[in-house]
């Protein structure tokens, strides 16, 4: 049976992912699938890997550039209230993986909760913040994981405790299928004080990024030792351009998607950034904004 037809209700067939990304740009997916429940979502896992597909997850697409051409196989979204719920009990916080990382952050304040202060102005869902480790040199989101919950190729859930994880600079070893909830375990202090450093964190977010109306995404490492920013600034490269594609003058870091922007121009500037960045200083950049 085609895949489509195994999950007609929750499937659209060659959709434009272009919608669902925070740059707005790329092609359609073979097969978007939003699944209502756990139960169908772990049907989608095993059909998906039975018939081995091609399988991503789509959270808010916040640092992620989809090829022109679009995506082979099936892309899942875990957008719906199954996936997205929130509970607090005492200094625990667990949360969906589909979950808003705002929504999250905003929750922990209420609750007297600190600990994802330095996430403010972070976009993106929970499951794909954990992955990359979402934070900055004050602080991370793994820091205050438990556990996490996820499904396994084989439509299983299992639980992976703290100790069988391991986080560093935007990046986590979390390579199950999907990320069903992540328990955190925060620190107490008054909902004025967190809200407090709330704001602190958002004012120096936005001074060291794009201008919020610029549709911008993060595009490099930063290497041990090193700022990706100050390499690429001291290789000249502040404002260079690849068709829409511009490397910000805020933050050089950052690469803005103008109107009309393509993928390949981003990929395009990318590649050329990594490059002249090689060849001014032999650090070789390693990306941090995902291509598909």
């Not at 003058?249 to 590649?271: E, G, K, W």
Request: charged share 25%; proline share 3%.
């Amino acid at each position: 049976m085609a895949f489509q037809d195994e999950f007609p209700e929750i499937t659209r067939v060659n959709e434009s992912l272009a919608p669902y990304t925070y740059l707005r740009i790329g092609g359609p997916a073979d097969f978007l699938v939003q699944p209502r429940t756990r139960e169908e979502l772990a049907a989608v896992v095993r059909s998906v890997f039975t018939q081995k597909l091609p399988f991503r997850v789509l959270g808010n697409g916040c640092n992620l550039v989809i090829a022109d051409e679009g995506v082979r196989g099936v892309v899942v979204r875990l957008n719906e209230p199954a996936f997205c719920a929130i509970h607090v009990e005492q200094r625990r916080m667990t949360v969906g993986g589909g979950a808003q990382l705002s929504t999250a952050i905003s929750a922990a304040a209420r609750h007297n909760l600190a600990g994802f202060e330095t996430l403010v102005g972070i976009h993106g869902t929970l499951g794909g913040a954990l992955q990359c480790n979402a934070g900055d040199r004050t602080g991370a989101i793994g820091n205050y994981v438990r556990r996490v919950e996820v499904l396994d190729r084989n439509g299983q859930v299992q639980v992976r405790e703290r100790d069988e994880m391991h986080f560093s600079e935007h990046t986590s070893d979390l390579d199950d299928p999907v990320i069903l909830s992540i328990e955190f375990e925060l620190e107490s202090d008054s909902a004025e004080q967190v809200v407090k450093r709330m704001r602190k964190a958002w004012i120096t977010r936005q001074a060291g990024q794009p201008l919020s109306f610029e549709s911008a995404i993060r595009t490099f490492k930063n290497p041990r030792g090193h700022s990706a920013a100050t390499l690429i600034e001291q290789a000249g490269l502040v404002g260079m351009r690849v068709g829409g594609a511009v490397v910000s003058d805020r933050n050089a870091n950052y690469i803005v998607a103008q109107p009309n922007t393509s993928a390949r121009d981003l990929t395009r500037l990318i590649d050329l950034v990594q490059s002249k960045v090689r060849e001014k200083s032999g650090v070789t950049l390693e990306r941090e904004v995902r291509i598909w």
